[in-house]
């Protein structure tokens, strides 16, 4: 069974440079631009770890 990883980015560029590394490195991917969608798909895939960076540039 793949580990499953949940990426968090807001930068679209980013987020599939991520994917592509990741996936081919054996790793099932989802993806999540904002955080209120990475809670829900937090939810959904239900990871067992999670690694936060919690700079949000919206909130200054």
Not at 12 to 36: D, H, M
């Amino acid at each position: 069974m793949p580990k499953r990883i949940l990426v968090v980015e807001d930068e679209a560029n980013i987020r599939q440079t991520l994917r592509y590394n990741l996936v081919k490195e054996g790793y099932e991917v989802s993806e999540a631009g904002t955080g209120p969608e990475a809670l829900n798909e937090a939810r959904r895939i239900r990871p067992r770890t999670r690694e936060c960076r919690s700079h949000d540039p919206r909130r200054r």
